[in-house]
């Protein structure tokens, strides 16, 4: 996708209106013809958050090489042949999984600790088009068109290479490994990434960064970079260090198995996994559906969305017995919801 122009100024604090010229993606083809965006004064940060809020329960969905080197953290770079399916992932049946629920929206690791993309960057031949790679589709595109043909808005994980990583773990692709590039190189090519990333899926309506502290850039840094890329885009930060999680960095904090305080008035969103870890792995079984009811209510009443990790297998499926729980989940929130009524 390319921009042709690309003018917007800031109105009090937070108020932003747009111009641009974009077009749209058959510009590769070089058959496109540029689609003129109106100008429209888009809302403050304020209320994006507090749309935010409002969404309350959402699907963080770990799929990635890990899952198939049955790991957590992959160390090293390994085959682009490993991240094989055997089939089209049916991500419809994520989206209806998440919308039998009750969630509203999901968030997917497009790249996480091995550096492989999900989608097709131009910036790495270390991604699902990768020529050995039995994939060959857009995976994100998919996740997209799925979970918003049901309703549900979506967002993206994108891990960034944090100087408290490991050497063995790359984060990066091969075209910026950390051992010859330095902390600004791999920052520059996040950026681009991200970049790529925002302009390309402009459905996605937040992004969701793993890592992201100030010891990789400030939080004005951060603020400016995301807002000149698009300015209706929110933005969290898990920070690096344990004992900083739930601070507020950017737009959205972030708490990792763990609520935030009763008197948290931070927009936050509290994250956790249905089964015991964020990847799969054999034998993976869920917390029943009334332990994350209450895990979801203690979030949303300490002003934090919960979200819900659920982990496909090798083939991209969820457990069936994850399925089930998800369905009870939403079956329950209803209940509930009627009797507050």
């Known amino acids: 996708m390319k921009i042709k122009m690309r003018l917007w100024s800031v109105f009090g604090l937070m108020v932003t209106m747009t111009i641009c010229t974009v077009y749209d993606s058959a510009a590769k083809s070089n058959n496109a013809n540029p689609k003129l965006v109106v100008p429209i004064a888009a809302k403050s940060v304020r209320e994006m958050q507090e749309d935010f809020l409002k969404l309350k329960f959402g699907m963080f969905i770990h799929f990635n090489m890990a899952t198939y080197k049955g790991v957590q953290w992959v160390s090293g770079y390994h085959s682009p042949a490993d991240f094989n399916p ?28 091995a550096g492989f993309c999900l989608w097709d960057s131009k910036y790495t031949t270390y991604d699902v088009m990768n020529p050995d790679c039995p994939y060959k589709e857009d995976l994100v595109a998919q996740f997209i068109k799925s979970f918003k043909s049901r309703g549900l808005k979506v967002g993206l994980y994108y891990c960034w290479r944090h100087p408290g990583f490991k050497a063995e773990f790359k984060v990066l692709p091969p075209e910026c490994d950390p ?49 000149s890329i698009r300015p ?110």
């Not at 209450?294 to 496909?312: K, M």
């Open 86 to 113: 055997g089939r089209r992932i049916d991500t419809d049946a994520w989206a209806d999984a998440a919308k039998s629920a009750g969630m509203k929206y999901a968030v997917l690791t497009v790249k996480h600790v």
């Open 179 to 227: 051992s010859t590039h330095s902390l600004k190189e791999q920052n520059e090519f996040q950026k681009k990434q991200i970049a790529e990333l925002i302009l390309k899926y402009p459905d996605v309506f937040y992004i969701w960064n793993d890592g992201l502290d100030p010891d990789i850039m400030s939080s004005r840094e951060a603020l400016d970079f995301f807002r």
């Open 232 to 341: 209706g885009v929110l933005i969290s930060a898990n920070w690096w260090d344990w004992s900083k999680k739930g601070t507020p960095f950017v737009d959205i904090a972030v708490k990792e198995m763990k609520p935030f305080p009763e008197t948290n008035t931070a927009p936050g969103e509290t994250c956790w996994c249905l089964e015991q870890s964020w990847f799969w792995k054999t034998g993976a079984s869920p917390k029943t559906a009334s332990e994350v009811v209450d895990l979801i209510n203690t979030a949303n009443s300490r002003n934090s969305n919960f979200l819900l990790n659920v982990g496909p297998d090798r083939q991209g499926k969820f457990e069936e017995s994850s399925v089930r729980v998800l369905a009870e989940i939403g079956k329950l929130l209803k209940a509930n919801k009627a009797v507050k009524k």
